[in-house]
């Protein structure tokens, strides 16, 4: 059981960003389609929730390579501060669709 939660030997490690990439697949799919039925403001709010998706995804990618010290990085500027950007601007984009929607039920109800 313990092998099942360790970082760098589960089975799970992988399997998981297999399904967060599927995840990802089927999200822009659905946000292609809705962009051909939708247009105005619930477009604008697709778009941000897509973008949402988009560095939720990135950021997923980027845990993957952990600090990316194989490749060029060093302690003081490693990814994780990429992944940090990468979170910090998915939640302003589910911010400002949070918004949209609000004007957007506002001038519904005048």
């Known amino acids: 059981m313990s ?3 360790t ?3 589960s089975i ?3 399997v998981l960003k297999i399904i967060i990439l599927l995840i990802f ?3 822009a799919v ?3 389609d809705a962009r051909r039925q939708f247009g105005g403001r619930v477009l ?3 778009n941000l929730l897509f973008l949402f998706a988009t560095f939720m995804a990135t950021g997923a990618l980027i ?3 952990g600090d990316g010290l194989l490749f060029g990085f060093t302690p003081d500027l490693s990814l994780k501060w990429f992944q940090s950007l990468a979170y910090i ?3 302003s984009c589910m911010i400002l669709a949070g918004h949209q929607l609000l004007i957007l039920f506002r001038r519904d109800e005048k």
């Open 44 to 46: 604008k709010v697709i």
């Open 89 to 91: 601007i998915a939640v």
């Open 12 to 14: 799970l490690n992988p």
């Open 30 to 32: 659905v946000y292609l």
């Open 3 to 5: 092998d099942i939660l």
């Open 25 to 27: 697949l089927a999200t």
């Open 7 to 9: 970082y760098d030997q």
């Open 63 to 65: 845990r993957y390579f």
